[in-house]
């Protein structure tokens, strides 16, 4: 389990899609179904010891869709799939149009 799973909470990774999933600890007759693509088969992650990591960064990725609204929604919709359960990323802004090329002086 790397550093950054134990600090967000990530208990589980599914063995189907790799998408992973804070879950508290199940009792005998519970079981996990993935967010994702909803496979059965979820298995829990084990701590593995390892050096002591550097200091974590923000980091912050632009996307740019080209084509309509209904095309840049569904981009935020799936990354908000992938992301929902582990804590590790988060959408701080949407801006629509070319943001870039305005700030730029373009037209």
Avoid: W
Wanted: with cysteine.
């Amino acid at each position: 389990m790397s550093p950054q799973a134990m600090l967000s909470g990530v208990t589980h990774q599914c063995r189907n899609c790799g998408h992973h999933l804070c879950r508290r600890p199940l009792t005998a007759d519970e079981f996990i179904a993935c967010s994702v693509c909803h496979s059965l088969d979820v298995e829990p992650l084990q701590l593995v010891e390892q050096p002591a990591p550097g200091p974590f960064h923000d980091t912050t990725v632009v996307f740019r869709v080209a084509g309509s609204r209904n095309d840049a929604a569904g981009l935020i919709k799936t990354l908000d799939l992938l992301f929902k359960d582990d804590g590790l990323a988060e959408i701080v802004a949407i801006e629509s149009g070319n943001q870039l090329q305005q700030r730029a002086g373009g037209q």
